[in-house]
């Protein structure tokens, strides 16, 4: 008897909290996001189980999308490479995770990280060698690795493999 009690009160709390969770969350269909009402900066992405900042949600889209350009680039056969991303821009206004993390010395090497991933582009449509648009690639990449090494290191080891080895 007291396995059913506890069980049936086991259920009703968890149901109660189920609810609740729905209450602090709306879909913001301009975005594709989700937003968490809890906090207005954390955005429950479904690649997380926890949710996210901007700033978290747009590292995962630059690392999915940098995997994809490593892909076109270490394919001796592809030509083309996936759209640019204007988005990524927004790194400089993007909210945090820890708000310490936005510092002169962040801005200083996202803007290295974007002129390094416009160079990768620039390569490709001046139809530069393949070790040529490699490197570019892995210059990307390793300002990629200065930033996570120093603000954010969590991270590193994902992002270190997405060099292309020649």
């Known amino acids: 008897m007291k396995k059913i009690v506890f ?3 086991s259920f009703f709390l968890f149901s109660c909290n189920l609810s609740e969770t729905n209450k602090k969350v709306t879909v913001d269909k301009d975005k594709g996001v989700i937003k ?3 906090n207005k900066n954390l955005i429950n992405d479904p690649r997380s ?4 900042s901007e700033l ?3 590292m995962r889209d630059m690392w999915e999308y940098a995997d994809t350009l490593k892909t076109a680039i270490a394919d ?3 030509n083309s490479l996936p759209e640019y991303r204007p988005a990524f821009s927004t790194i400089f206004r993007a909210t945090p995770t820890d708000e310490h993390t936005k510092s002169p010395v962040f801005d200083a090497m996202a803007k290295i990280m974007l002129q390094k991933l416009e160079n990768v582009y620039q390569n490709a449509a001046e139809n530069k060698e393949q070790s040529v648009q490699v490197e570019g ?3 990307f990449v390793k ?4 930033c996570h090494e120093q603000q954010c290191p969590g991270p590193v080891s994902k992002i270190s493999k997405l060099m292309i080895k020649e």
């Open 7 to 9: 069980l049936l009160s």
């Open 49 to 52: 189980p926890n949710p996210s």
């Open 36 to 38: 968490n009402e809890e």
């Open 143 to 146: 300002s990629c690795l200065q």
């Open 56 to 58: 978290a949600v747009l």
């Open 137 to 139: 690639f892995n210059l």
């Open 76 to 78: 001796k056969n592809t």
